[in-house]
């Protein structure tokens, strides 16, 4: 085995994947330079984008078909219909009508309902929608580009960007970003006379960039130059999401990890329960969680050689948890004080959906009002419906296990949805839970559901 001229040994992706695949110790490396690394992956990239836009064009539509008269909180267009492309010869009320083991038995199960890999699931790690790079980059000269692969979706399928910023202690000033992606150049101006020094200071950490794993100073990142690394606020922009992914870090190995979706940050005060499944217990553990062990993969022998930011739990932690408190939810004009519908403004379409999300369709027994959340963990058992063991683009499609129970307040502003973002459209949630809860629903009381949840 040769060595560089800087003397460092790099691990060749597919042939580790291949050695580790035998058993084989995963120290064993083929020598590779940064610049080799570079050009290798460059050279590779192109065809794990087609293997990926093929495999998302096979199962959906993902065609920009905006819903009429229905928008994001800052104006966006919300998309509609049902985009998870069905099997040949059955419609969803045919699929609807069998029990799970003849699903599975006759493979009906729809692929767009099957786990969504990442976008290079082999590689993983952090990647950012287009829209969120070239405004970091504007105004902060941080370039989150990487050289290796890019985002996978498109952008009419994402939330509004950048998201509107509501707070629980202000509510008289609606939107309190302006309009502007928050970032360490202009908090400070947006927020000095809104917030105290603590809330202030803890906005601050939550928009400085700290090393991570994909974008660090060493010379097996996958930023071309030497990075400062990622903020809090890069995939919570805003305090909300703009769909940024990653693959999770407590699971092994790389075929069986979970592409995750970025939660929104709004409501976090309301909530007992943080990451998808990790069911940490507050947002002060999440936001150390995530700096000192999902930035780095899990890997803590990582962490350390990359720069890991250790915050200190008394002042830091509680300050960037401070300000994370106060981050609200959209406002919903036609919801009274119990979070239910005002019979006087809403439609009749609405007000039946809400007695399908309470009764039939048993949305109720985990997204209770006034949040829509019961803050616990469920297991959907969707292998019920599929063969373990299917694997497709580097992902094999075994158990979710249990999945937190996410607040349903603004959820017309958060698609993808999903912990790993495999339903595009509230209507694709719905026809997903009308099958995992065996509910039946009719077409009708299907799109009043969905009427329903556009007003939360």
């Not at 069905?86 to 699929?95: F, H, K, N, R, Y």
């Not at 767009?112 to 590689?123: I, M, S, V, W």
């Not at 952090?126 to 890019?150: C, W």
């Amino acid at each position: 085995m040769r060595r560089t001229p800087c003397g460092r040994r790099w691990l060749h992706a597919s042939l580790a994947a291949a050695l580790l695949a035998a058993g084989a110790p995963a120290l064993l490396a083929q020598t590779e330079s940064f610049d080799e690394l570079v050009k290798r992956l460059q050279r590779e990239k192109p065809a794990f984008a087609k293997r990926q836009q093929d495999l998302l064009a096979q199962r959906y539509d993902l065609s920009d078909r905006p819903a009429q008269g229905v928008t994001m909180s800052r104006g966006k267009p919300v998309q509609q219909g049902v985009r998870v492309r069905l099997p040949q010869g059955v419609t969803w009320q045919q699929l609807a009508a069998l029990p799970p083991d003849e699903i599975k038995r006759r493979r009906l199960w729809p692929q767009g309902f099957l786990p969504l890999p990442h976008p290079h699931h082999e590689a993983g790690g952090m990647i950012f929608p287009q829209p969120l790079i070239d405004e970091t980059k504007r105004q902060t000269a941080r370039d989150l580009t990487r050289f290796d692969l890019d985002f996978d979706l498109p952008q009419h399928l994402l939330p509004e960007f950048p998201a509107p910023i509501f707070l629980t202690t202000r509510p008289d000033l609606g939107d309190v970003s302006k309009g502007q992606l928050v970032t360490l150049d202009n908090f400070q101006a947006l927020f000095k006379d809104v917030l105290n020094p603590k809330q202030l200071e803890g906005l601050r950490l939550l928009v400085t960039p700290f090393p991570q794993q994909q974008f660090n100073a060493t010379d097996d990142r996958r930023s071309l130059r030497p990075h400062l690394g990622v903020a809090c606020f890069d995939c919570h922009a805003n305090g909300h999401t703009n769909a940024a992914t990653h693959t999770v870090g407590d699971i092994r190995p790389d075929a069986l990890r979970h592409r995750i979706d970025t939660p929104s940050l709004r409501g976090v005060n309301v909530q007992r329960l943080f990451g998808s499944q990790r069911a940490l217990k507050t947002v002060e553990d999440f936001t150390e969680f995530e700096q000192r062990a999902a930035y780095f993969d899990g890997d803590h022998s990582a962490a350390a050689r990359k720069g890991v930011n250790v915050l200190e739990r008394g002042s830091q932690v509680h300050f960037m948890g401070e300000f994370q408190a106060l981050l609200d939810f959209p406002p919903a004009p036609k919801l009274d004080v119990t979070g239910r519908l005002d019979p006087a403004k809403a439609t009749p379409a609405e007000l039946r959906g809400e007695k399908v999300f309470n009764g039939k369709g048993q949305c109720s027994s985990c997204h209770m009002p006034p949040y829509y959340t019961d803050n616990l963990m469920h297991n959907l058992r969707t292998e019920r419906f599929y063969e373990e063991g299917i694997t497709f683009n580097g992902r094999k499609a075994m158990q979710d296990g249990p999945i937190k129970t996410f607040p349903l307040r603004g959820i017309k502003d958060s698609p993808p949805y999903l912990h790993d973002d495999r339903l595009m459209t509230l209507e694709d949630t719905v026809e997903f839970f009308n099958l995992v809860l065996g509910v039946k629903l009719s077409d009708q009381e299907k799109q009043d559901l969905v009427a329903f949840l556009r007003t939360l």
